[in-house]
């Protein structure tokens, strides 16, 4: 099962900032935070991941708690290609390279 | 830098077929992951493999199979096709170099088994 808690789905507005909340309470001090977002019918597409930093990339930003046992992540200026379901992901302890994937969150960008 | 490339995009087969999707990851990966993803059970892992050695195994009938070649590309093989396999089939590469690695998905392989 996934590790991850996400919202099934939020708005927001062209040109604002969106920002998606993961849970993950359970999350082990050396598995890292992914994100991921799937446009209708493609690909899923690599977003950001940290450990307990925040990072920052020319896509959104990823903000993590200093308990780690949640994060946040922001896409500052959103647009309607933003429009997609967003995976946040814990990655599985043991070298496993395997994504558990849960539901995501259904992004919807409204003009 | 080409990304990760899977042949063919659209596929139509008959229950009892067999079927083989084909991955390319991206130049210098070696590892590959390959995921079914449905509307009811929404996105799992079938397999990794790297240095054409499987890794790790998800959950699913020994009917699902694949391999990994020298040149790191890698093929999926499907047999005795049941209409509950009809799927978008996803490869993933990476370097593999450690958890901190992000993996990269190529645009899938849509199967429909009728």
């Known amino acids: 099962d996934a590790k991850t808690t996400q919202p099934t789905s939020m708005d927001c507005a062209e040109g604002r900032a969106a920002n998606l909340p993961c849970n993950h309470s359970t999350i082990s001090g050396n598995e890292y935070v992914y994100w991921y977002r799937q446009i209708h019918s493609q690909g899923p597409q690599y977003i950001i991941h940290g450990l307990k930093n925040n990072e920052t990339n020319e896509m959104a930003s990823l903000i993590i708690t200093e308990d780690r046992k949640s994060s946040t992540l922001i896409l500052p200026h959103a647009t309607l290609r933003d429009t997609a379901v967003y995976y946040c992901i814990v990655r599985v302890v043991d070298s496993n390279y395997q994504l558990i994937w849960g539901a995501g969150t259904k992004l919807i960008i409204k003009p | 830098k080409a990304g990760v490339t899977q042949t063919p995009r659209y596929l139509i087969k008959t229950r009892g077929q067999q079927v083989t999707l084909s991955c390319s990851p991206i130049?210098?990966?070696?590892?590959v992951s390959w995921y079914q993803q449905t509307p009811g059970q929404g996105l799992q892992f079938l397999f990794e493999y790297f240095s054409e050695t499987q890794r790790n195994k998800g959950n699913f009938p020994g009917r699902f199979s694949g391999r990994q070649f020298s040149n790191s590309r890698s093929e999926m093989n499907v047999s005795t096709l049941e209409l509950g396999d009809s799927a978008l089939y996803l490869c993933?590469?990476?370097?593999?170099?450690?958890?901190?690695?992000?993996?990269?998905f190529g645009q899938g392989t849509r199967l429909t088994v009728v």
């Open positions: 993933a590469s990476s370097t593999r170099t450690g958890a901190g690695t992000e993996a990269f």
């Open positions: 130049s210098g990966h070696r590892s």
